[in-house]
């Protein structure tokens, strides 16, 4: 899988930005796409995941509300749209992405967004930078 991330840029708070995630290569089966993101002097965490197969969504706490992710081009697109930004949103956004396996428990997905189970395919960063 192969994943390209673009859109990230600066601006202020309160603005809006959309970060957009092409992938290929999938092969058969499920798997689910997300955007993760670091901040200068911070660990690695986890923003938001869907499922590519149905559009099932997931999101951190700290961007419910704010953030919404969805399919686009026949779900070889997952877009993510930044609304509210706070200057805390300031960070390296990276695409990534995962086969779901046949059984999983019910925290699989908090469990990937958190970072306690691995994401199998990361794309490179976008930065953004959320400023006045």
């Known amino acids: 899988v192969q994943l390209q991330a673009s859109g990230g840029g600066l601006v202020q708070p309160g603005g809006s930005l959309r970060l957009s995630c092409a992938a290929s290569?999938?092969?058969?089966?499920?798997?689910?796409i997300g955007w993760f993101r670091q901040a200068p002097g911070k660990e690695r965490e986890g923003v938001s995941l869907?499922?590519?197969?149905?559009?099932?969504?997931y999101y951190a706490d700290s961007v419910k509300g704010r953030f919404t992710i969805y399919r686009a081009n026949n779900r070889n697109t997952v877009n993510l749209e930044m609304n509210s930004l706070k200057p805390e949103d300031t960070a390296v956004y990276y695409c990534?992405?995962?086969?779901?396996?046949?059984?999983?428990?019910?925290?699989?997905?908090?469990?990937?967004?958190?970072?306690?189970?691995?994401?199998?395919?990361w794309g490179k960063g976008t930065q953004v930078t959320v400023s006045s």
């Open positions: 290569g999938f092969t058969l089966g499920d798997y689910a």
């Open positions: 990534a992405s995962t086969k779901i396996p046949q059984y999983y428990n019910r925290d699989y997905y908090a469990n990937l967004l958190n970072l306690r189970y691995g994401m199998d395919y």
């Open positions: 869907i499922r590519r197969s149905d559009g099932t969504r």
